[in-house]
């Protein structure tokens, strides 16, 4: 069972395709990109529309080897019996080759779009930088049929997935050789992601995206063998008078994640065992006993006494999560974290992350999270649809979400109990963080889909109450592996 899925960079696909080029002869990987691309798109036609004879595909064909890829997929298309129409947005430079041997098989060329079943979208390819021209963001602007991109939309930032304004937005994209950044962190803009193998060999990526089924192989489960104790003790310090219900989202994530026992310290612990008697609830962090990771942050103020609460958990040697108030105090003091040896983990937004650093995420988020990791060596989850993992010496980890339905009140106060119990029970802060994040995607997936009217948004509750289930189905799908 493969763990991890990589993503590779522009500069890392054109390496690799530079070295392929010495081993085939000439044309080989464009024919073999066009081949897959052609096989997608008449699957495509015949899933959408019944059949493949008969049927009209659009190429919008830019210049270089995107355009070629396409103009050479048509011909294939074309010899399948379907109408191929190539509207070439730089006739000038259109592929020389793969135009010839789209007319040789019966292809057309014209201006117009017209009404086809399907448009192949190859206006740009890898070295496409910024958002579409005018005269190509028109003719997109016009198209109302399903769209498959040869390699990534057009006007999307391959490395970073930015989009800086008029853009192609696909329903499948087809990707040639590798995965490229854009695919995880524009993963709205790109469809169903369908990958063409052409023989490259690619180097260790340097970002990646844990397999579902691997997160559910590893879940810490309690065995015949263990106890309440063995199964990881979780702390959290969280919430406040003014802010109890933080408390009570990040205790019961930690209670659902499958901690073996959870230990409360903070003024919300009459709200906390109203909702989880099962857990040891105190006022003072001092009483809480014996723990194997913190939480702290969530709703948890930034007064004195909270100050000091977090300096106290900081001097501990246990994996710590800072989140929410704690990272509001962090910005002020990062000498509590930098000086620390054992796994912390900050959970920071867009905000939050510049609060933290004095500068906004900007486009590059991969870099961003890797800096502020790197800088303060620590591990660092910046929230977001695609969620970034990074810690020192290790690829960032990617988590796209599949949707924006955790983007609710309270939804990070649960993310962080998750990474709590999951450290608790010993796992590398890495893995937890990007574990915690698949489940807590999925759970709220599950909430949208079964808790509420279809298209309706959900509640921190009752996503932290699909906690349980989303394991489930990770642990399911690890066992159908």
Known sequence: MSTQQGYFTVEEVRAAEAELFTRVPEGVPMRRAAYGLATVVAGELAERTGGIAGRAVTLLVGSGDN???VLWAGAQLRRRGVAVTAVLLYPERAHVKGLAALRKAGGRVSDQVGRPDLVIDGIVGLSGRGPLRPGAAELVATLDAPIVAA???????PDTGAIDGPAVRADV??????RKPVHALAAAQCGRIELVPIGLRLPEPGLVAVEPAAIGAGWPIQG???DKYTGGVTGVCAGSARYPGAAVLCVGAAVAATS???RYAGTAAGEVLHHFPEVIATQRLADAGRVQSWVFGPGAGTDADARQRLADILATDLPVVVDADGLTMLAAAPELVRARRAPTVLT????EFTRLTGRAVGADRVAAVRDLADSWQVTVLLKGRATLVAAPGHPVVVNEAGGSWAAT???GDVLSGIIGALLAAGNDPVWAAAAAARVHALA???AAHHDAPAGAPISAGRLAARISSAIGVLRYRARSC
């Open 224 to 226: 015949a063998a263990d």
């Open 260 to 262: 073996g026992m959870v």
């Open 67 to 69: 355009g070629g890829d």
């Open 348 to 351: 920071p937004h867009a905000g």
């Open 444 to 446: 709220a997936d599950l």
């Open 409 to 411: 009140a309270g939804a």
């Open 173 to 178: 994209t087809v990707t040639f050789g590798a």
């Open 151 to 157: 390699d990534l939309p057009s006007g999307v930032d």
